[in-house]
C-alpha cells in the first residue's frame, strides 16, 4: 500500500510570496499525482491532475512538478484566496495535508 | 454546468444504517466511474469507494468492506451509498465525486452530507 507524505504540515507564508508543498510516495508512483484544494466548509477543488496539468479554470501560478516519489505543488504568488489546504493523492490515497495559512 | 448533489445524511445511533444518495446533473452520468470520499471532523480526506460506469465492478476500503455498498442507477442519475453496521469511526463528511481517469482523479464534487454516529 502506498503512504502519501505531505510537508510542511502548515506552511506561513504573505500573499505575493511563492509556496512550495510537497508531496513523497512511499514507492514510486510515476507521474500520476493529483492536488486538490479545500477551504473550510468546502468541497476539495481539483487544481493539478496527472502531476502537472492543470484543471479547466485553475490559475497559471498554479503549477505541479516531478515524477517517481518526489512531487511539488507550486504556487508562484500568492494571493488571499489561496491560503487552504492542498491534498495530494494517488489512485485511491490521500496525503494528509498541507494547511497553508497567512503569516 | 456539472452539479452533485448529496442527501441522506444525519444521525444515527451505533450499529445502525443509512443510505446516502448523490444526484447528478449537467454530464452524462452512465459515462462516468464515480466515487465517494469522507472527511472525518477535522482532518483530512478518505476513499471509500468506487463503482464503475455500469455498476459491474465496485471497489471498497478496507474498512468499510461488507457494511458499505456503493451502487448507481444511469436511468436515475444517481449515486448511492447503502451504510450499515455503522461505527462511530464512520462520522465524517461524505461527498461524492465525477471520476475522471484510471488514476481516480476525481474533478466534480458535491458539497457533502454529515453523517454522525453517536448514541
Known amino acids: 500500500e502506498i503512504v502519501l507524505t505531505q510537508s510542511p504540515a502548515t506552511l506561513s507564508l504573505s500573499p505575493g510570496e511563492r509556496a512550495t508543498l510537497s508531496c513523497r510516495a512511499s514507492?514510486?508512483?510515476?507521474?500520476?499525482l493529483v492536488w486538490y484544494q479545500q477551504k473550510p466548509g468546502q468541497a476539495p477543488r481539483l487544481l493539478i491532475y496527472d502531476t502537472s496539468y492543470r484543471a479547466t479554470g485553475i490559475p497559471a501560478r498554479f503549477s505541479g512538478s516531478g515524477s517517481g516519489t518526489d512531487f511539488t505543488l507550486t504556487i508562484s504568488s500568492l494571493e488571499p484566496e489561496d491560503f487552504a489546504v492542498y491534498y495530494c493523492?494517488?489512485?485511491?490515497?490521500f496525503g494528509q495535508g498541507t494547511r497553508l495559512e497567512i503569516k | 454546468e456539472v452539479q452533485l448533489v448529496e442527501s441522506g445524511g444525519g444521525l444515527v445511533q451505533p450499529g445502525g444504517s443509512l443510505r446516502l444518495s448523490c444526484a447528478a446533473r449537467g454530464f452524462i452520468f452512465s459515462g462516468y466511474w464515480m466515487t465517494w470520499v469522507r472527511q472525518a471532523p477535522g482532518k483530512g480526506l478518505e476513499w471509500v469507494a468506487n463503482?464503475?460506469?455500469?455498476?459491474?465492478?465496485?471497489y471498497y476500503v478496507d474498512s468499510v468492506k461488507g457494511r458499505f455498498t456503493i451502487s448507481r442507477d444511469n436511468a436515475k442519475n444517481s449515486l448511492y451509498l447503502q451504510m450499515d453496521s455503522l461505527r462511530a469511526e464512520d462520522t465524517a463528511v461524505y461527498y461524492c465525486?465525477?471520476?475522471?481517469?484510471?488514476?481516480?482523479?476525481?474533478?466534480?464534487w458535491g458539497q457533502g452530507t454529515p453523517v454522525t454516529v453517536s448514541s
Open positions: 463503482i464503475k460506469q455500469d455498476g459491474s465492478e465496485k
Open positions: 493523492q494517488q489512485r485511491k490515497t
Open positions: 465525486a465525477r471520476v475522471i481517469n484510471q488514476y481516480d482523479t476525481a474533478d466534480y
Open positions: 514507492q514510486s508512483i510515476g507521474s500520476y
